[in-house]
């Protein structure tokens, strides 16, 4: 049967912002004379922002979670401000063609004030018909929450849904909900193989990600397909 959902992820899908999360993470600890590594930001990708937040205060020696996270994400609201968030090519037209074909939806870890600005900023607040934030739900990625409450929020079995994913633990989320998973692996975040071996369909970049979509919406394979 052809999917009857889309469940979109935001940073490193639609737009291009994982880089940012590192820089601000950085910024974050350095402020406290800590030295933030690769070895954190991979094991804080995917997590909600109350999850990465605790990392994070306890990495810099404040402790105070609450603190971190709203510093991190003031910051990542003035770098999308500052035009420095911006969508990767083709990413706000895939979105839109898609939301014609069926309900589309967002579930990702950036904090409910972000997902807004950005989704307002770019223009595609009223495409969707549900977003969730990460933080919304019980756990983060790689658990399902996120990607199990978009679907509810759609009124859709997960199992009828494609989640699109560039990380492994979102790929790990969205496999994990039970969704046809495609990949759109970030060159400079690679998922690990393990997760790769859970997508479905794999895609250079995103209008690779488009033609994928459409093909498993028309119910026919493509040369990228797993």
Request: hydrophobic letters at 45%.
């Amino acid at each position: 049967m052809a999917p009857a959902a889309v469940v979109f992820d935001l940073d490193g899908v639609l737009v291009e912002s994982e880089h940012l999360w590192e820089e601000m993470w950085t910024r974050y600890a350095a402020r406290s004379g800590v030295t933030w590594t690769a070895e954190d930001t991979g094991h804080v990708q995917g997590m909600s922002a109350p999850e990465w937040a605790e990392h994070l205060a306890r990495r810099a020696g404040t402790g105070d979670a609450a603190e971190a996270e709203r510093a991190v994400v003031d910051d990542m609201v003035e770098a999308l401000e500052q035009g420095r968030m911006e969508p990767y090519d083709g990413a706000v037209v895939m979105v839109r063609e898609v939301a014609e074909r069926v309900p589309v939806a967002l579930a990702t870890s950036a904090a409910r004030r972000l997902l807004d600005a950005v989704l307002a900023r770019h223009r595609l607040d009223t495409t969707f018909t549900a977003t969730v934030s990460s933080a919304e739900v019980p756990r983060g990625k790689p658990s399902p929450d996120v990607y199990l409450e978009a679907a509810g929020r759609l009124g859709v079995d997960p199992a009828a849904c494609v989640g699109v994913e560039d990380s492994s633990n979102g790929i790990r989320a969205a496999h994990a909900a039970g969704m046809t998973v495609v990949a759109i692996p970030n060159p400079t975040y690679p998922p690990k193989p393990d997760a790769m071996e859970l997508a479905t369909r794999v895609a250079d970049g995103v209008p690779a990600a488009h033609r994928e979509i459409l093909a498993l919406l028309d119910g026919v394979p493509t040369g990228a397909a797993r």
